[in-house]
């Protein structure tokens, strides 16, 4: 396959070169892909399956109109390219806008620090996922039904632009998904967790602990008294701000929002404050070892770290080279396809809100009646207003963490929210479990980081008091 793709590089530059002078620009993207996939739903094995994928896509931008074609074989590219091309001269009637990038030409590897998952065979993978299964089945008769998720996927792409970009790059992403469902009688209750890793096989070998938790959440919950619905001060664990970060406020970062929402962009006004002087939060590929990170995305444009919010005022977006042409602004680097079947278009990668200086511990001081909230179940959001459900939740009594509760679902504006935070601990994490979708194109690896947060007049929904 090696010999093939170092074909492929002098194919690319010649195709190139023969085309361009009939649009503005011209880039081709070449992607060999192989992974596997394992689902185990109780005993049943519902899929078992290694793949292997080898394909691209064509973009070509006339007049600032995009024409899009995407390939499986090699012997066809030239058929491609004159879509891409005939659709591009047939949509645009502007002018062509794209932030300017310096063009390189360069071979880069993310590293594996550990085991690379292709080099372990598939029957020791399911081996895993069963001992998993086993283990959410010991910790009691109440568990009715389990399923564990298994997925790792290589990927070596090649971008070849008509700027004289040529870049080679390959990473390896691992992933894997646990729920349990607990029952007794006609109460049932389910908690799942996630995790992903592109550092090696060794990170899904060691969830021994986690997975067991997952089971005896389940259980636990079960005898948990629902939250009353109310408004409280509400302290949120890093892995729920990793979350919110990313679903509340990230997406309105994505500046194809911006521009293609006029009321959007009206909102996202540079300048605007957004949270308290303490608030500082970040998006980048640039940060190593992380899910989101890389050295360039999909239009060749290098990783940057960009400055979202600083000290509680809106700083920066995140922009593909057409959104950032468009509003006059620097590419950061954020245009990103999930795989050679589709567009490159404005993604996060890793975004964090930074560490304060809160003790973690003190979050919860002087709070007569609030709510803890830790990791999460599940969630939306929709344009600024968002609902997410906690994993797990606690009451907080006379700045005491007091009884477990269940069925907390935390509910606002995210700016009205963003101005409402209190207090930034001085704790992080950062959490590599996320798969964001946008587009159609779901399942993205990304990042989320950030401390523990104190925010004031959050809607918590549960039993109506």
Same mark, same amino acid.
């Given at each position: 396959?090696?010999?093939?793709?170092?074909?492929?590089?002098?194919?690319?530059?010649?195709?190139?070169?023969?085309?361009?002078?009939?649009?503005?620009?011209l880039?081709i993207?070449?992607?060999? #892909? @192989? &992974? !596997?996939? *394992?689902?185990?739903?109780?005993?049943?094995? %519902?899929?078992?399956?290694?793949?292997?994928?080898i394909?691209?896509?064509?973009?070509?931008?006339?007049?600032?109109?995009?024409g899009l074609?995407?390939?499986n074989?090699?012997?066809?590219?030239?058929?491609?390219?004159?879509?891409?091309?005939?659709?591009?001269?047939?949509?645009?009637?502007?002018?062509?806008?794209?932030?300017?990038?310096e063009?390189?030409?360069v071979?880069?590897?993310?590293?594996i620090?550990?085991?690379?998952?292709r080099?372990?065979?598939?029957?020791?993978?399911?081996?895993?996922?069963?001992?998993?299964?086993?283990?959410?089945r010991?910790?009691?008769?109440?568990?009715?039904?389990?399923?564990?998720?298994?997925?790792?996927?290589?990927?070596?792409?090649?971008?070849?632009? #008509? @700027? &004289? !970009?040529? *870049?080679?790059?390959?990473?390896?992403?691992? %992933?894997?998904?646990?729920?349990?469902?607990?029952?007794?009688g006609?109460?049932?209750?389910?908690?799942?967790?996630?995790?992903?890793?592109?550092?090696?096989?060794?990170?899904?070998?060691?969830?021994?602990?986690?997975?067991?938790?997952?089971?005896?959440?389940?259980?636990?919950?079960?005898?948990?008294?629902?939250?009353?619905?109310?408004?409280y001060?509400?302290?949120?664990?890093?892995?729920?701000?990793?979350?919110?970060?990313?679903?509340?406020?990230?997406?309105?970062?994505?500046?194809d929002?911006?521009?293609?929402?006029?009321?959007?962009?009206e909102?996202?006004?540079?300048?605007?404050?957004?949270?308290?002087?303490?608030?500082?939060?970040?998006?980048?590929?640039?940060?190593?070892?992380?899910?989101?990170?890389?050295?360039?995305?999909?239009?060749?444009?290098?990783?940057?770290?960009?400055?979202?919010?600083?000290?509680?005022?809106?700083?920066?977006?995140?922009?593909?080279?057409?959104?950032?042409?468009?509003?006059?602004?620097?590419?950061?680097?954020?245009?990103?396809?999930?795989?050679?079947?589709?567009?490159?278009?404005?993604?996060?990668?890793?975004?964090?809100?930074?560490?304060?200086?809160?003790?973690a511990?003190?979050?919860?001081?002087?709070?007569?009646?609030?709510?803890?909230?830790?990791?999460?179940?599940?969630?939306?959001?929709?344009?600024?207003?968002?609902?997410?459900?906690?994993?797990?939740?606690?009451?907080?009594?006379?700045?005491?963490?007091?009884e477990?509760?269940?069925?907390?679902?935390?509910?606002?504006?995210?700016?009205?929210?963003?101005?409402?935070?209190?207090?930034?601990?001085?704790d992080?994490?950062?959490?590599?479990?996320?798969?964001?979708?946008?587009?159609?194109?779901?399942?993205?690896?990304?990042?989320?980081?950030?401390?523990?947060l104190?925010?004031?007049?959050?809607?918590?929904?549960?039993?109506?008091?």
């Amino acid at each position: 396959m090696q010999s093939l793709l170092a074909d492929a590089k002098n194919l690319l530059l010649d195709l190139i070169a023969r085309y361009y002078s009939r649009v503005d620009y011209l880039i081709i993207r070449l992607e060999e #892909s @192989e &992974g !596997t996939n *394992i689902v185990l739903r109780g005993d049943r094995v %519902e899929t078992l399956s290694e793949d292997i994928s080898i394909g691209g896509h064509i973009r070509a931008c006339y007049k600032g109109g995009w024409g899009l074609s995407s390939f499986n074989r090699l012997t066809s590219i030239n058929e491609r390219i004159e879509e891409a091309i005939a659709a591009a001269r047939m949509v645009g009637s502007e002018v062509t806008i794209l932030a300017p990038i310096e063009p390189v030409q360069v071979v880069c590897q993310l590293p594996i620090i550990a085991t690379d998952p292709r080099k372990i065979s598939i029957n020791r993978k399911k081996e895993l996922c069963e001992r998993y299964v086993d283990l959410m089945r010991s910790v009691g008769s109440c568990i009715a039904t389990t399923s564990v998720r298994y997925s790792d996927n290589s990927q070596k792409v090649i971008i070849a632009s #008509s @700027e &004289g !970009t040529l *870049i080679e790059q390959s990473w390896v992403d691992m %992933e894997m998904r646990f729920a349990a469902t607990a029952r007794k009688g006609d109460k049932v209750e389910t908690c799942r967790e996630t995790t992903g890793s592109r550092r090696g096989f060794e990170d899904l070998t060691g969830l021994d602990n986690k997975v067991k938790n997952t089971a005896q959440r389940s259980i636990i919950a079960l005898s948990l008294p629902p939250v009353k619905g109310n408004t409280y001060t509400v302290v949120i664990d890093p892995i729920l701000t990793g979350l919110f970060v990313h679903e509340a406020f990230g997406h309105l970062s994505e500046a194809d929002m911006a521009y293609e929402n006029p009321e959007i962009l009206e909102v996202m006004t540079i300048g605007r404050r957004f949270g308290p002087p303490e608030l500082q939060i970040f998006d980048g590929a640039a940060p190593k070892g992380h899910r989101g990170s890389y050295f360039y995305d999909d239009e060749g444009t290098p990783a940057s770290t960009t400055q979202l919010i600083k000290n509680g005022i809106l700083v920066g977006r995140l922009h593909s080279r057409e959104t950032a042409g468009k509003l006059c602004e620097a590419a950061t680097g954020n245009a990103r396809c999930l795989n050679y079947h589709y567009t490159p278009i404005v993604r996060m990668t890793n975004t964090w809100i930074a560490r304060g200086k809160t003790p973690a511990t003190d979050l919860l001081t002087d709070i007569k009646q609030g709510v803890y909230a830790s990791s999460w179940l599940g969630g939306m959001t929709n344009g600024e207003m968002f609902t997410f459900s906690a994993g797990e939740a606690w009451m907080i009594r006379n700045g005491k963490i007091a009884e477990p509760i269940k069925g907390v679902t935390l509910s606002g504006n995210v700016f009205q929210t963003l101005l409402d935070i209190e207090a930034i601990g001085n704790d992080f994490y950062w959490d590599e479990s996320g798969g964001c979708g946008k587009g159609g194109q779901n399942g993205l690896p990304v990042g989320c980081g950030g401390p523990s947060l104190r925010i004031k007049n959050v809607v918590v929904g549960g039993k109506a008091a």
